[in-house]
């Protein structure tokens, strides 16, 4: 590791293209001789489309609390009280492969080492030249580098019920669109039923073919491919869902799927899985690649005995995994229903979380595009903020008021 102590290495022009929709510097400067400087450095290296605030760390989390994260980013803790702690909260709200240089005016190597440990990519102590930041850019820059916010990727929730019509799509749907718009976090929504398109109808966008292509060529998944076919609802979530023709029979292997969780991890902050109930390896390699698997049930004996059979067939990988019941429809009654306490004692775990039987609720939202979650308030809200908060283990943010209500 090259000490802040050590002479910079020669000049050279290491930035190249950002992936599309992301800048490819943004900097928070906290004084005007900083800002000189680092224009000069851009200048210098070639950096066209840079973003120089001034500001802090402080900024630096609030802005990326709500605007995507840039390919490289520069934030000045020169004064911060406590920058390692501020550094493990920016980089809470970083997306994936985001490379963060922090500088400073404090020239310690315990300090160096602390934030080098929480995932920045390098430390200046400033006054900052062009060499500095040059030399700090080519060091990390496709080499294996190994900081935390590099190597974080998007936490894989899957969703599945135990039997058809639990409710499983309407969970994935609601969650997914809970963490996009209320904790602001970029959401990939993939539904892995390819001919029913589920998921688009929800939430009332068009079916992306591009699914089926991905899927059954892996070959051509990267981030051009997925940018191009995802569609957006909102700002930060972005879905895959196909409607193909049902006389089609398309078979894609647990590989491709894993290329595509895989791809997508490295983009978003949460990759949610509408997993069809069906023993194929395909699904079943979703399910397992999954840090979440949320599993429906509604409140019968066969549905308590399939999410048995289901959780026991994934086993829990040491606690890697995590599985969590949801009893949707509840009070539904019905010949076969059971009671809460039975669903308990035959699941072994209390359900995470239970949704009751409302048909009046569901009947406005069909086709209509309208998100149940959306509600400020109301039972249903409340349940998918609570896994929300279970999946990400941050508390509701509170909206700011400046931003506008929807
Ligand atoms: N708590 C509830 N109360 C009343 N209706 C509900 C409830 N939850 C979901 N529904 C309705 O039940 C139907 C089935 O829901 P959904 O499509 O989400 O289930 P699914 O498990 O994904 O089904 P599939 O097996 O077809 O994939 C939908 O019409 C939905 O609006
Ligand atoms: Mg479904």
Known sequence: MRSILEAPAPIEKPISRAPAGR???????????????LRDCCEHLGIADATITRGGIAQAIDALSTQRSPELLIVDISGVALPVSDINNLAEVCEPGVIVIAIGDRNEVGLYRDLMHSGVSDYIVKPLTAQLLASALQGHRGTGWSGAIQRKLATCVAVVGARGGVGATTLSVNLAWYLAERQNRRV????????????TLALNIKPTPGLREALVNPARIDNILLERVMAPVGQRLFVLSAEEPLRDSIEFSAEAVETLIGVLRQQFHYVVLDVPRNPGAAYLRALELAD????????TLRSARDAVRLRSALGEA????????????????????ITLDE???????????????HPAWFAAALGSGEILA???????????????????????QPRRWWQRAR
């Open 23 to 37: 800048t490819p510097l943004l900097a928070f400067v906290g004084d005007a001789d900083t800002e000189r400087s």
């Open 318 to 337: 040491g606690g890697k995994h995590h599985t969590l019941f949801v009893l949707n429809r509840e009070g539904e009654g019905g010949r076969h229903a």
């Open 343 to 357: 669903m308990q004692r035959i699941l072994d775990l209390r359900p995470k979380a239970v949704i009751p039987f």
């Open 292 to 299: 979440f698997r949320i599993i429906v049930v509604d409140q």
């Open 188 to 199: 990939a929504l993939i539904d892995l039923d390819l001919h029913n398109g589920e998921c």
């Open 374 to 396: 959306a509600a400020r308030r109301g039972k249903f809200s409340d349940v998918i903020a609570g896994l929300a908060l279970e999946l990400s283990g941050r508390a509701p």
